[in-house]
């Protein structure tokens, strides 16, 4: 209980010192990330993996090495904020600092290789972090988000619908209907936002975390992104 009521604490102050568009994070290292360098590249994809996790886990680590081999895209997997010792609803005490790791690489990427073209990518709670950036942040740089394994639950800002619903930008909503198939019934509920710019695409029999179907996951993303 003390944690949390430390984190909220935390939070809390970031907010009222932080405004999302103009932060600058000058103890962003890369080293505490995962790279991957494509040349001249003017273009890049930032990864957040899912809770509990790091850079090089099983869902992000495929996508940052193929999007950067076929693609010749810079990739930038984080090492995003994460807890093993409490709930998954109080990662939402974590997100003002998670804002500002993602602001910090977006200033990397332009600043050291002179990206112009940013995606931002989330699995899981990932997702929920980068669409909660996305959507409390209205000068992002951001030209598209993918969204795998999305969930709509949780109190705000963890719900990745709610989120997504206040963006306007090109989406990519990728899930499976294995497993518990909550993902596939979160997917569901979030139908409701397809348009032009909203996609949705399921990939089948694959669970949360895309086992035994990582490849046609990687082809899913590596597509859409060929196109936007």
């Not at 509990?52 to 886990?57: A, I, L, N, Q």
């Not at 972090?129 to 795998?148: E, Q, R, V, Y």
Request: charged content about 20%; overall charge positive.
């Amino acid at each position: 209980m003390i944690k949390k009521f430390l984190l909220l604490f935390i939070s809390l102050q970031l907010i009222a010192a932080c405004n999302y568009s103009t932060i600058k994070n000058n103890s962003f290292r890369i080293q505490d990330h995962a790279f991957l360098q494509a040349g001249t590249s003017t273009t890049a994809v930032i990864l957040c993996h899912g809770r509990g996790h790091h850079p090089r886990w099983q869902v992000v680590n495929p996508l940052r090495k193929q999007i950067n081999k076929q693609l010749g895209f810079h990739t930038l997997s984080l090492q995003m904020p994460t807890d093993d010792q409490i709930d998954w609803q109080d990662y939402r005490y974590m997100f003002p600092q998670t804002f500002q790791t993602i602001e910090a690489s977006i200033n990397y990427l332009k600043e050291q290789h002179q990206v112009k073209k940013v995606f931002l990518i989330g699995h899981s709670m990932g997702s929920r972090m980068a669409s909660a950036f996305l959507a409390a942040t209205p000068k992002h740089d951001i030209s598209g988000f993918i969204g795998i394994g999305m969930r709509n639950n949780g109190e705000h800002p963890l719900d990745a619908g709610e989120n997504l619903g206040k963006v306007s930008l090109p989406v990519l909503d990728l899930f499976g209907d294995s497993g518990n198939r909550k993902d596939f019934y979160h997917a569901k509920d979030r139908s409701r936002l397809i348009s032009d710019l909203y996609k949705q695409q399921i990939i089948k029999n694959a669970n949360h975390r895309f086992t035994q179907h990582q490849n046609e996951m990687t082809e899913a993303v590596i597509n859409w992104l060929k196109i936007h």
